[in-house]
């Protein structure tokens, strides 16, 4: 049973910078795409971004695309959201999810994290 625990996140002003790391246990993340997911209170769960298994192709939703970058490394079974010029509408619970399958996005994620928040506030 894989199982993925989120963190990283917390309080960043305007501009500001976290990395989010999705860490793996249980399984191997190699063959696992990993998708990065946030929903703030009120709106409906958004996919980020995510990276697929096999050549690393990654995909970002406009909303961060320049802004937000996903890495993947497999010998640590770890996922990370690099997140720059962060601004308040960033603000939301952030989720990993991991689906065995070599190419993202997917329609549908099997595994997900607990999440963690990421508050953009000055």
């Known amino acids: 049973q894989l199982q993925l625990v989120e963190s990283g996140g917390g309080l960043v002003q305007p501009g500001g910078s976290l990395r989010l790391s999705c860490a793996a246990s249980?399984?191997?993340?190699?063959?696992?795409?990993i998708g990065w997911f946030r929903q703030a209170p009120g709106k409906e769960r958004e996919e980020v971004s995510c990276i697929s298994s096999t050549d690393g192709s990654t995909y970002y939703a406009d909303s961060v695309k320049g802004r937000f970058t996903i890495s993947r490394d497999n010998a640590k079974n770890t996922v990370y959201l690099q997140m720059n010029s962060l601004k308040p509408e960033d603000t939301a619970v952030y989720y990993c999810?991991?689906?065995?399958?070599?190419?993202?996005?997917?329609?549908?994620?099997?595994?997900w994290g607990q999440g963690t928040q990421v508050t953009v506030s000055s």
């Open positions: 999810a991991a689906e065995y399958s070599s190419s993202c996005p997917v329609t549908g994620y099997a595994y």
């Open positions: 249980g399984l191997t993340l190699d063959y696992y795409a």
